[in-house]
């Protein structure tokens, strides 16, 4: 049973909670693993989820 998320901790929509990816280059290394590149998703900047965006209060009358 899948657990609820808490409010504070929006998924992220761009990278649906995955921030950060391994490409590969196409290049081997000596032992035969590929090589690979670390990327972060731009929009959580690799936390995997995004702050609620802040609300507007209206002061005074």
Not at 1 to 16: E, L, V
């Amino acid at each position: 049973m899948a657990q609820p998320t808490p409010a504070r901790a929006r998924i992220c929509a761009d990278c649906d909670g995955f921030p950060v990816v391994a490409i590969t280059t196409g290049l081997r290394n000596r032992d035969g693993s590929r090589q690979t590149l670390a990327a972060t998703c731009r929009t959580c900047n690799g936390h995997g989820h995004t702050t609620p965006a802040a609300t507007l209060a209206r002061v005074g009358r």
